[in-house]
């Protein structure tokens, strides 16, 4: 496709339910970020991958977040037992390589509102 | 502890005039500083960058200007236009752990006033 494409658009969850966020990059690009921007924020950094290695996964709020990108395209956010403090919106970003003034390509981001 | 900062949440600005949007940044570390433009229901767009090695580069309308010392830059937009209305973030980036990480401010809401 010729932009970051993100799904679902937006998910309705009850407190303790289980969500998959996907994400599917620019064709071609190695480095691929998940982001979570809480309202009135800016996006705060969760996990980054390099093709499918998982390199950083630092702000990644706790063990109930899960991020993997197996074939190193296509990339799935996973959250397990999901909190009310989970609602956000998650925007995935995708680059040519990891260098640090290369700019970032956003998806439309995931509204995640868990009740 | 807030790395990037946009002190300023909001800002209006008459059409045809200049924007100045500001940011802070406490880590002396940072390579890179971009800007990017978000509208409402839709993921950031980039808008500009520069390097910690320049002190400004310009884009047409868009000219940003980063000074070390103070651990400041600032986004000018001239003439403003009513189309620039948006949230404006600005980022940092760092080499960390093997890759490079973005930071991101909290964000200024821009107004252009026609």
């Known amino acids: 496709g010729a932009g970051v494409s993100q799904s679902p658009r937006y998910k309705v969850a009850k407190r303790g339910q289980d969500v998959a966020l996907r994400c599917d990059p620019i064709s071609g690009h190695v480095s691929l970020f998940w982001y979570q921007q809480a309202l009135g924020q800016g996006p705060e950094f969760l996990t980054y991958f390099q093709n499918e290695a998982q390199l950083d996964k630092s702000g990644l709020p706790s063990d109930r977040f899960f991020a993997e990108r197996p074939e190193g395209s296509v990339s799935t956010l996973k959250i397990q037992r999901t909190q009310q403090e989970d609602s956000a919106v998650y925007l995935c970003?995708?680059?040519?390589?990891?260098?640090?003034?290369?700019?970032?390509?956003f998806g439309s981001g995931t509204q995640l509102s868990v009740l | 502890d807030q790395q990037v900062k946009q002190n300023s949440p909001s800002l209006s600005v008459q059409e045809g005039r200049i924007s100045i949007l500001n940011c802070d940044y406490t880590n002396s570390m940072f390579d890179y500083f971009l800007w990017y433009k978000k509208y409402p229901a839709e993921g950031p767009t980039f808008l500009i960058s520069?390097?910690?090695?320049?002190d400004k580069n310009e884009d047409g309308r868009f000219t940003v200007f980063l000074n070390k010392s103070a651990k400041h830059l600032s986004l000018h937009i001239v003439p403003s236009q009513p189309g620039d209305s948006a949230v404006y973030f600005c980022?940092?980036?760092?080499?960390?752990?093997?890759?490079?990480?973005?930071?991101f401010g909290t964000g200024t809401r821009l107004k252009v006033l026609a």
């Open positions: 520069i390097s910690s090695i320049k």
């Open positions: 980022a940092a980036s760092r080499w960390t752990s093997g890759t490079y990480k973005y930071i």
């Open positions: 970003a995708s680059s040519l390589d990891g260098t640090g003034g290369v700019e970032l390509f």
